[in-house]
């Protein structure tokens, strides 16, 4: 028995012969990395199908629904080594468990496309289905790369270009978080003491420091806060991934030396809820999504906060600021960023009223549950195509 998105009474599962199996990183903690926590997301609150899972060697637990096959050595830093996909490709290569569909949630390139081709040839009688979390910047070999029956992206601007570059039909989902519940005002007040925010307005980025193209914008910015707002203080979340991210986070050290502005580095996020508890705006003054998602999760989680948010207007970011949920200006226009910002900082109504679009925005697009719904619909079409 199947269920449609709109029906109610008891849920039943479809049979283990229709488990979806997921091929991505290792779906356990620390969940520090979209291509891991979208996945999780969707595990998490799917109702009607089970997965198959890969885990790394050790992790004792384990998500609901879903089977968890121990093949990663490790988590990795940010991708999965060469030893440890050698290890993916064997596990998908066993004929058990069965899995009527392979849902991929690598970012292709030209050696994971083959790959994943060389898998799907062996898997000859199941459906395959690609999430493409980023704009392809391969565009030359873009009908190559995608290797699947079905491909899905996480923005409308990344389905009409991958539809207009190959004639495929593209569908888009976009990304589901974990929508937060009401904090009482004394965990608000905690997560200021811990970040230091509690007597200061608080600005975040949330972002990285080299591909992104964002350096010398955030060091523009933080300049001209000390010189009109020097009480407010800046935060800068960004993984150390590489030696330019180390370089760049020393230029912007060097720049803003000796200002009085509080300017916080504090690397890697293990909990951004309660970071985000402890701000008051979020600016994305990027000129690259490049190695981002194209709706960065940590965006949804700042606007489901009730956090404004100001981003620079590249095409997939458009699509969060419908509805008056956030501001946007003209990439690398520093000047258009900092009215802004001025205007944010000090009106205090148009703040709150950003906040609750933003707020009201996030439940209504980007919950995980909406999210799970809208893949099991897909995979209902699949399988039932394939019968």
Known sequence: MRRTDDETGPVNFLPDSDRICLV???????WNDSGKILPRNLVENSERYRYRT??????????????????????????????????????????????SLYHFFFTPNRKSSMTGRMIMAFKNRS???????????????????LFTDTVVTVSEHTRHK????????????????????????????ECRDEFGTRDRFAILYPGDLTYSGSTRLLMEIIKWLDGNHPRIAFIIASRIKTDADTAAETAIKKAVSGLNSR??????VTDMNRL?????LVVFPVLSLYGKMDLPLVLLESMAAGIPVVLSDLPPLRELVTDQAGLIFPPGDIEACIRI???????????????????????????????????????????????
Not at 24 to 30: D, Q, V
């Open 24 to 30: 991505t990183k290792p779906l356990n903690p620390p």
């Open 54 to 99: 890969f885990v790394v060697r050790g992790y004792a637990g384990q998500l609901p629904n879903a089977s968890a096959e121990p093949v990663y050595i490790d988590s990795g830093r940010f991708s999965p080594s060469l030893g440890n996909q050698i290890r993916l490709i064997r596990a998908l290569f066993r004929k058990n468990p069965p899995s």
């Open 127 to 145: 459906h395959s289905m690609q999430t493409v979390t980023s704009e392809p910047t391969d565009e030359r070999h873009l009908r190559s790369l």
């Open 162 to 189: 991958i539809e207009k570059l190959t004639g495929r039909d593209v569908k888009a989902i976009h990304p589901g978080i974990r929508i937060p519940g009401k904090e009482d005002e004394t965990y608000q007040s």
């Open 263 to 268: 300017v916080n580095f504090i690397g890697e």
């Open 276 to 280: 985000l508890r402890a701000v008051d």
């Open 341 to 387: 910002l001025s205007e944010l900082i000090e009106k205090v109504e148009l703040r709150r009223t950003i906040g609750l679009n933003a707020a009201l925005s996030a439940r209504r697009r980007f919950g995980a549950e909406r999210m799970a719904r809208q893949y099991e619909i897909l995979y209902d079409r699949i399988l039932e195509r394939t019968r």
